[in-house]
């Protein structure tokens, strides 16, 4: 299995023969795709956490192009259909389906407004947000997308997590060690950290992160624009 990170939380996965894409939207600050267009050629999947166009952007570009499929969160029906995105599976936390192959289960999500860290803190979600568990290869890839702190994901089973750390719109670095020590995955993969996206800065201390996980004893590792690791 490799993934590779494209900053935000776009990434892009390729195992068994699938190449599946997560939240392949645009750069808030120069509105180019966050995934370089090489790369959707071949996709199978296209999970999308939630409607933000740093997000969902180029997802109806790239579904009408290629013909893959969609999996997001049901309140997101709406913008689908007025999108015109037809192979698409809509899901809701604790439901699982079959795309093509691999296993993909909805888990709790809820953006969060600039400061917020805690569910406590957040109120209503707006944003159509979700979390996934792609089972692939025997393991289970967790992506939480852009979300606050829950107690829901006690009993969420994870090899490779996907967690953001920067603190605006999601949680921040303490937090996000809390979700990942309450997960204990296999390892660990930070988002939302060390860059401008607009007018907000995600200035999370990416290296202490590291080494607070490390010390938990969850392999963390962090990728930069466009690196890949293989697992």
Known sequence: MRITYYRQNAFKIESAGKRILIDPGRSLSSFRSLIPKKEWQGTNIILVTHRDPDHFGLVPT???????????????KPLMDRKGIEKVHFLTPGERIEA??????????????????????AGEDRKGSIGFSVRI??????????????DAWRDVEADILMLPIGGHFTMNRKQAVRAAKLINPGTV???????????????ARVKKFADEISSAGIRCVVLRRCESVEM
């Open 62 to 76: 790239i579904a009408s192009r290629y013909g893959c499929e969609v999996v997001c969160a049901s309140s997101l």
């Open 100 to 121: 093509q192959g691999p296993e993909i289960l909805g888990i709790p999500a809820i953006h969060g407004p600039q400061k917020a860290i805690d569910s406590a803190l």
């Open 137 to 150: 290869e025997k393991k289970n890839v967790v992506n939480l997308g852009d979300t606050v702190f829950l």
């Open 189 to 203: 993969i930070p988002t939302h950290f060390h860059w401008k996206i607009g007018p907000y800065v995600h200035p």
